[in-house]
């Protein structure tokens, strides 16, 4: 796909969506890092289930800390591998903490160097809660990256680095968001809603249904 047409998808998905944002439910950083944590191999939605009983009660590190592990794990139960995710959440809190003054570091280091936080997920905290321009690839933007050819790679590190590259600066921002949505909604993995699709024409899939 050439530039011109990058900027042409890009736009196209801006003018549909100017202001996108997460679908995980959160108020401060730090919820947003517990919620993202919590998230990986679970969907949004189970999630924020579970995250509505659990912030009104405890979203602080402090309060989370102060829940333990066991008391941690009856809010979370219902998402996928909550035994390690109650782990590590727990963890985190302590190093928040002992480390950061109770704070969500605004550092990619910082931020993967507690318990369960990848690249995935220091990305969309600096995205979103600080307005970063990190571009977090998940398996939708996996997907629907190499799909339309926007920005090929054999893997979620190297879609990343495609991105970065031929992203525009004016897109960097949202352009998670843009592709996280289209990817769970419009370019789904079984069977793209490309008849539906607002950057069909743009596309360079060459399977496309109706």
Known sequence: MNNTKRKALLSR???????PTTELNYSSPFELLVAVTL?????????NKATNK??????????????????????IKTIGL?????????KMCRILL?????????????????????????NVVLNTAFGWPTIAVDTHIFR??????????????????K??????????????HWLILHGRYT????????????IEDLCEFKDKTE
């Open 39 to 47: 998230s990986a191999q679970s969907t949004d939605v189970g999630v």
């Open 13 to 19: 998905l801006r003018d549909a969506n100017p202001n």
């Open 98 to 122: 002992d480390k950061h003054r109770g704070e969500v570091p605004q550092s990619r280091e910082a931020l993967e160097a507690l318990p369960g936080v990848g690249r995935k997920t220091a």
């Open 144 to 161: 629907v990256s190499n799909r339309t050819k926007l920005a090929m790679g054999k893997d979620v590190v190297a879609v990343e680095q």
């Open 163 to 176: 991105l970065e590259k031929v992203v525009p600066k004016e897109f960097k921002v949202d352009v998670h």
């Open 54 to 75: 659990l912030f009104p009660v405890a979203n602080t590190p402090q309060t989370i800390w102060d829940l333990g592990i066991d008391g941690l794990k009856q809010y």
């Open 187 to 198: 370019c789904i993995a079984r069977k793209p809603r490309c008849g539906s699709c607002i």
């Open 82 to 90: 909550y035994n390690a995710k109650a782990e590590n959440v727990h």
